[in-house]
């Protein structure tokens, strides 16, 4: 088993994650509220409205593997660890600990109907008006697709840190508090640069669903009056400079527990 510390001591066993691109992808904790010390297992799910599973994961894909404690002090999970089923971390310092996954690239390729449905369903409206205006071929649409995944655990019940970014291509950034209920302002990113016209959606454990698009400095505010687990996601694409890859598509998450 390999071992590292920061202010966090990190027991790395393995890692999963999730091969279809047409699904949701998030990072699960069995405990978003941890004590200090601790254990908490970290899985990489696939699925729908926060109902999913984890399944395995080339460790070769992985492009980073971050926990970043509450004085700010990260690292990274190395990649030539040998993952199998998930990853078990000790939370040693009170106060919040940030956990971001970025996977390698991978090759998609769907037929022109089922990626325009995908489109709609992302709320991806820019790609589909520049589709319109392109002469139609029939040929499947090929796509580069990246995970992004990001989670807060409130060690001891304490949210610190949790407007910290981790440099993920595609990004969620809560700019309030997001284990207390109400409005939970966010920003967006890509590429570190604020993203607008974005749709952002929440999705909490019990099927609640809400969402909002990014104004032109790519933030949105989101009513998160619900207690428990949510998940924020934000889908982006951006045309592919490769001759034999139309898009390229990035996908961000975000999970915590709200509070009572």
């Known amino acids: 088993m390999h071992r590292f510390t920061l202010a966090t001591c990190i027991l790395l066993t393995a890692v999963t994650v999730g091969s279809a691109r047409g699904h949701d992808f998030w990072l699960h904790a069995s405990d978003y ?26 460790p070769d894909r992985i492009e980073r593997f971050v926990v970043l404690d509450p004085g700010g002090a990260g690292r990274t999970v190395p990649r030539s ?31 022109p109907a089922k990626f325009s449905a995908y489109l709609r369903e992302e709320g991806l409206d820019s ?27 409130a060690v001891d019940g304490d949210a610190t840190n949790f407007d910290r970014p981790l440099g993920l291509t595609l990004e969620l950034t809560p700019l309030a508090d997001p284990t207390l209920p109400g409005p939970l302002p966010l920003m967006l990113t890509f590429q570190g640069q604020p993203r607008p016209d974005a749709l952002v959606v929440a999705q909490h454990a019990n099927g609640l669903r809400r969402s909002a698009r990014t104004d032109s400095d790519g933030r949105c505010r989101l009513e998160l009056a619900a207690a428990g687990v949510w998940m924020i996601k934000s889908v982006q694409m951006v045309p592919s400079p490769a001759a034999d890859v139309d898009w390229h598509s990035y ?5 915590f527990e709200v509070t009572e």
């Open 33 to 58: 509220r941890p004590a200090p010390d601790a254990p908490v297992l970290l899985q990489l799910v696939v699925g729908e409205r926060m109902a999913g599973s984890p399944v395995a994961f080339d």
């Open 81 to 111: 660890a040998r993952l199998r089923s998930g990853a078990l971390i000790r939370t040693t310092t009170r106060g919040g600990h940030l956990v971001g996954f970025e996977g390698r690239p991978a090759l998609a390729e769907l037929s």
């Open 127 to 153: 790609i589909a008006r520049q589709l319109a205006t392109r002469p139609r071929t029939g040929r499947p649409v090929r796509e580069h697709y990246a995970r992004c995944a990001k989670t807060l655990l």
């Open 251 to 255: 996908w961000a998450s975000l999970t």
